[in-house]
Structures are given as C-alpha cells and as structure tokens.
C-alpha cells in the first residue's frame, strides 16, 4: 500500500508542477464554464431557463473525453522511452501496484478540477432555487465516467512509449465509445440494446436526470476495473517481450 | 549468491544469449567483458528480475528470479545501462522516491539518503533537477539510487560508459569501494577496467560464455602470446630467414612502410627473445632500429579466444 502511495503522490506532484495538466484543466474549466452560462443564462429560445448543472454536465461529458487522454498519455509511455520502467520493474513493487498508483493520481487531478466546478452551484443556490438531487447524482455520475475514461488512457499509455500515440487511440475509443447511442439508432432488437449498453455516454444520461441507477454505478465500475486488469496484464507482458 | 544455469534468451528467433551458466559468491566481484549486442545487458536483466529467461533458471541468495521475483529484488541494486531518472525531479527527492519503492522505512530513507549522497559525491546538487545535471553526475545518482538500500547484490551494466575520463576513474574506485562489503555484478566492454575492479571475468561473446578466470591469469594466458614489432636495416628475405631460425619465434610478418622494414613477430607463450633477436641482428651487420612489444587489444582477445574455441 506504500508502494501505491509513493507512485501516486510522485505523479500527483508532477500534475500539480507541470503546465500540461494546469492547461488541460483550464480548458475544462472554460469550456464547462460555457456550456453552464449558455444553458442558465441564455434565455433566446429558451424563454423559461432552468436551474440546473445539466447543461454543465452535458458539456463535460465531451471534454472530459479530451481531457482524459491528455492527462493519462505520459503515466506509464514516459516511463517506457525514459527506460525508468527498467528501474521501476525491477524495485519491488507489484505491476498493479504501480498501475493503481498512477491512476489515483490523474483520478485525484480529475476529482480537483471537478471540484472547482463547485461554484456553479453556488452561484445556483445563490441565485436561484435548483434541485439538488439531480446536482448529486450529476456530480457522481461525472466523476464515475471521468474515472472510466481515464482507466481507458492509462491502457493506451501503456500499449506505447509515444504518448501521442497513447493518447490519439485512448481519444478513438472514447469517440467509439461516446457515440454508440448512435449507432444503436441504426440497428434493431438485441444488437441495438448491446450496442446501446456498451456506449459509456448511454449510462451517463441518466445520472444527469437525477437518477441513480445501481445499473450504470456497476457498468462504470467494471468496465474501469476490466481496462485496469488490461493494464496489468499488458505491463506484465512487457516482460516477455 | 548467484547461480545462474542454462540461461538462454531469445529476441524474436535469434537466441541473445545461450546456455550460459555462472556463478558468484558472496562479496566477489564479477565483470562481465564483451563487446556491444555480445548478451551482457541481457544477462543483466534477467539477473535482476527484468525479463524471465526464455529457458534456464537464476537463484539470488536462494530465491528464484521468476518465482520469487519480489524477494530478489529487494535484495538486488540496479543501474541499467541507459541511467534511468527522472529527469523533472530533485535529487534528493528521487533518491526518498526510490527508497519508498524500494520499501524501505522512513527513518532509514533520510538516514540512508544522506549517506548515499556523501558516498557519490552529490553534495552540492541535493536540490538540483536531475534534467541539469552533467552525464557523470547523472550517473552517480544513478548508483547512489542503486546501493541506497543497501542491497546484498549490486548489477551494474557498463557504468562508466559516456562519462569523462577523471569522473571514470572515481566511478571506478567507488565501485571498488563498495564491492568490500558487497556482491557486484557489472558488465564492460574495457578490459582495463575489468581487471581493475574485478576478481574474476566472465568473456562473453555472441552470446557464450568463452573464457572464466581471474584477471591476472586471463592477461597471463593473452600475453603468453605476445608480439614483437622490430624494424631492422638490412635485406629483407635473409632477415626473415634469421628471424625464424631464433627459438621462440612463432612466425614473422613482414611490411616495407616507406623506407622503413617492418617485422611483426609473433612469440610462442613465454617466451622472451628480444635479446637473442638483437644480437642475430648486431651479429649480421644489420642495424636494430627500433623493437616494442605489441600489446593486445580486446578485439585481437575475442579474435583469439573465438577461433580457439571453434577450433
């Protein structure tokens, strides 16, 4: 457990001292920032605005899929090209150890960024009267689909020593993934429902309406865990190569 | 300490070392001498827990590398060839980094970290990012992280590679330094240092194991056939004729390089005919213009040492 703490709060250093991960979240703090103006501010064509984060949250869905593969693509590529992986697999430390390290630190950098979102629903409390049922269950939702997305970029970053390969692939799967409700409008039947169930964005929707289901808690929480286990295996297979 | 039996490992179909067997007691030091791609870095990884062996097996102090894999590496320091930092760190800061992984207590980290800085001479770069650092000193971080925990074996693979010459000779009385208390395993491809700091050498060419013996005997048994270039005045076809006749001459080469007649002699082992050459040359009338003995080049080792072996 020392191990993972050590690896994670290396690399939580790291976010905190690098202009990168300061740009990255800046860029989800503007753009969610505008997307939650447009949605209670704007009243053209809108003429009863709501008192909600939906519009925030919709937003961040999409710019967390960017945000993720920028914050995961150096964790373990550097470390390949730096050839510290050397030094790092020959300490005594377990793979998932450091896997798990590593993705509590981009989790902790996402969980600050989200954090600082905080005042949009102040400046709701202050200034209106919203329903904080649908704020919380939002919230969690986004912090279960960030974390999914970054289970997703720290596979690809393992895959590679390019991390703009890393984090080109990791952005292809969350495209793939975030657009299957889609995709699921051209087919029928069972395909459609599967198609449907595996999108990552279907079981956000919900989340943003004030619901939460234990069924899309559980699908983030395995398909994260299912991308992690990759990232061990593939960590360990660099052995054997 | 180390037993190493019927390694062998393969990148692709191309068998990068091959049934290489080996072994080292506690507190010995042992260099690993071949040139580039020969399996030292190979070997190296597999001994620390890197990469498993394609088929053989390495026990450390008893523990599989394979098996007990964590086990070795707590017990193993590594400094691979390509220094491994990280670069946007401090020294210090890297070094209580490594010694967490490493899991040492916290007490002991302060403590051991200081003393590994005395030790490597990093005293005035305690809070420099690595990224600033020369490559000497890069490399003294670089084994500061590898015997911070004080582990009961030390790898090296070629570290004095790419640093200049004063800090290669401090490189080299440090490692001779800790090989006092500890196991050391490190690889070269410069035979003087080998001998240096080794007590014993383990030629390894193409991936086999081709000679095993204490550096003095190794020079001993490369000298034993040493050469001897003399340039003599006089005609050049009775002056080999003369030459061969003496005893203990193996066979002679002969070069004109402007002017100049250029005589390679190769000796049988030990033995020592410069007197006898230059009174057959005083004795004939011709002039001894110059004689030196030939040392030999690692290249000119390996060169001998391989055909000896397919022979």
């Keep these: ?241 | 300490m180390i037993q190493a039996t019927g390694l062998t490992h393969f990148y692709g179909p191309n068998p990068a070392i091959e049934d290489v067997n080996f072994g080292v007691k506690r507190g010995e030091v042992l260099g690993f001498l071949g040139p580039n791609g020969a399996g030292k870095t190979t070997t190296m990884r597999i001994l620390t827990g890197f990469m498993p062996p394609t088929r053989g097996k390495v026990t450390l102090d008893g523990y599989d590398v394979v098996e007990q894999s964590l086990d070795v590496r707590r017990r193993v320091g590594y400094l691979p060839e390509t220094v491994p930092l990280y670069t946007d760190m401090t020294v210090t800061s890297y070094l209580k980094y490594m010694g967490t992984l490493r899991g040492m207590p916290s007490r002991n980290i302060k403590r051991r970290v200081e003393d590994v800085i005395d030790v490597c001479h990093l005293e005035d770069y305690r809070s420099s990012l690595i990224a600033k650092l020369s490559k000497g000193f890069r490399q003294r971080v670089g084994i500061a992280q590898a015997i911070l925990h004080e582990p009961d074996v030390l790898v090296l693979d070629e570290p004095t590679i790419g640093i200049d010459p004063i800090q290669v000779v401090e490189t080299r009385s440090l490692i001779k330094d800790l090989g006092k208390q500890q196991t050391v395993v490190l690889s070269s491809h410069i035979l003087p240092e080998v001998s240096m700091i080794c007590e014993r050498v383990l030629i390894i060419h193409e991936g086999h194991i081709v000679a095993e013996d204490t550096p003095g005997n190794l020079a001993e048994r490369l000298q034993g056939s040493d050469q001897l270039e003399v340039e003599i005045g006089g005609p050049p076809d009775e002056v080999l004729s003369e030459l061969r006749e003496i005893e203990g001459v193996s066979s002679v080469r002969h070069r004109s390089l402007a002017n100049r007649e250029v005589y390679t002699i190769r000796l049988l082992q030990g033995a020592d005919v410069r007197d006898d050459i230059s009174r057959a040359v005083i004795a004939r009338g011709w002039s001894l213009l110059s004689m030196q003995s030939v040392g030999m080049t690692l290249e000119d080792i390996f060169l001998r040492l391989t055909t000896d072996e397919e022979n």
């Design chain 1, 1 to 241: 457990m020392r191990t993972v703490q050590a690896v994670a709060w290396k690399e939580i250093q790291i976010y905190f001292s690098s202009p990168t991960a300061y740009i990255v979240g800046l860029i989800f703090l503007a753009m969610t920032g505008v997307f939650f103006a447009r949605d209670v501010v704007q009243t053209q064509g809108n003429p009863f605005p709501e008192a909600s984060l939906s519009g925030f949250f919709q937003g961040a869905s999409i710019i967390l899929i960017l945000m993720a593969p920028a914050l995961t693509m150096r964790l373990v590529a550097e470390e390949q090209k730096l050839g510290t992986i050397e030094l790092l697999l020959t300490s005594p430390v377990r793979d998932w150890e450091v896997v798990v390290g590593k993705y509590l630190a981009s989790l902790t950098f996402l969980l600050v960024t989200v954090a600082a979102t905080v005042y949009y629903v102040i400046l709701l409390v202050v200034f209106a009267d919203p329903d904080p049922g649908p704020m919380w269950a939002g919230y969690l939702g986004l912090v279960l689909y960030g974390a999914t997305a970054l289970s997703i970029g720290m596979l690809t970053s393992t895959l590679t020593s390019n991390q703009i390969v890393a984090a080109v692939v990791a952005l292809g799967i969350l495209l793939v993934l975030y657009f299957t409700d889609y995709a699921a409008g051209t087919l029928t039947g069972l395909p459609a429902a599967i198609v449907q169930e595996i999108g990552i964005k279907s079981h956000f929707d919900d989340f943003d309406r004030g619901v939460i289901d234990t069924k899309h808690v559980v699908y983030y929480v395995i398909v994260t865990a299912f991308f992690l286990f990759l990232t061990v295996r593939a960590l360990e297979s660099r052995r054997w190569r």
